[in-house]
């Protein structure tokens, strides 16, 4: 079957660190996602790990280890407009599509 | 760049209507584009798959002849909701692949009263 865990929810604190995980059980794998959803948006593309390691983009950073199936994002220097859910998917699915993850709503706090 | 859009953002119809909402990638061409819906506080499931010139894919539990997809060219695919019922109220996203990135349009949020 296929199955994506990650944490609910999660609060950080306005310039802080946080990290999200994500394991994953999937039938396919072509890499893993992170989106950005605000609430009452469309998500919004973070991060795309194909390869084992740890892959940077600004103040996101997202890794991975598929022998694990895990992965995580890491957002630096938290910022009250981070204040969203986070979604991780796994590209696998038989049409080629993405399996998402319940999402981890995170609440920065001043 | 990659941008995808959605017509109408939101629509408010009664039930028993239906309602077409329209999927467009702007600048470049999506063989296969994705139609996803969300109901409050939950992640995106996906309900098909929708390639240029076929027939959709329909996911486990998606009632194909209730929600019909048409992928007409390369840059449109329209998911219309047929005889909707206020259960079928939820946020409406489609996605278009570009090699191996999906890339979301804004969604539209349906209310069927």
């Known amino acids: 079957g296929q199955n994506i865990d990650q944490p609910t929810e999660m609060t950080a604190t306005e310039g802080a660190i946080v990290q999200i995980n994500c394991t994953y059980q999937?039938?396919?794998?072509?890499?893993l996602f992170w989106y950005q959803q605000h609430a009452g948006e469309a998500p919004t593309f973070l991060s795309y790990?194909?390869?084992?390691g740890l892959e940077e983009k600004g103040r996101f950073s997202s890794f991975l280890s598929r022998s694990k199936g895990y992965s995580y994002l890491l957002l630096k220097e938290l910022q009250m407009k981070d204040s969203a859910s986070y979604l991780c998917a796994v590209y696998g699915g038989s049409q080629g599509n993405l399996i998402f993850g319940k999402g981890t709503k995170l609440s920065v706090k001043p | 760049g990659a941008v995808v859009s959605q017509h109408p953002s939101w629509v408010i119809c009664k039930s028993g209507t239906s309602v077409k909402i329209e999927c467009r990638s702007l600048?470049?061409?999506?063989?296969?584009m994705f139609w996803y819906r969300q109901f409050p506080k939950q992640s995106l499931m996906l309900m098909a798959t929708?390639?240029?010139?076929?027939?959709?894919?329909?996911e486990q539990g998606v009632e194909k002849d209730k929600f019909l997809i048409n992928h007409a060219s390369l840059t449109l695919s329209t998911l219309t909701v047929t005889s909707a019922h206020p259960e079928d109220s939820s946020f409406y996203i489609c996605?278009?692949?570009?090699?191996?990135?999906?890339?979301f349009g804004p969604g539209t949020r349906l209310t069927v009263t």
């Open positions: 996605s278009a692949a570009k090699r191996l990135e999906q890339y």
């Open positions: 929708s390639n240029e010139g076929s027939k959709a894919t329909y």
């Open positions: 600048d470049f061409q999506a063989t296969t």
């Open positions: 790990n194909v390869l084992d």
């Open positions: 999937t039938s396919g794998f072509n890499g």
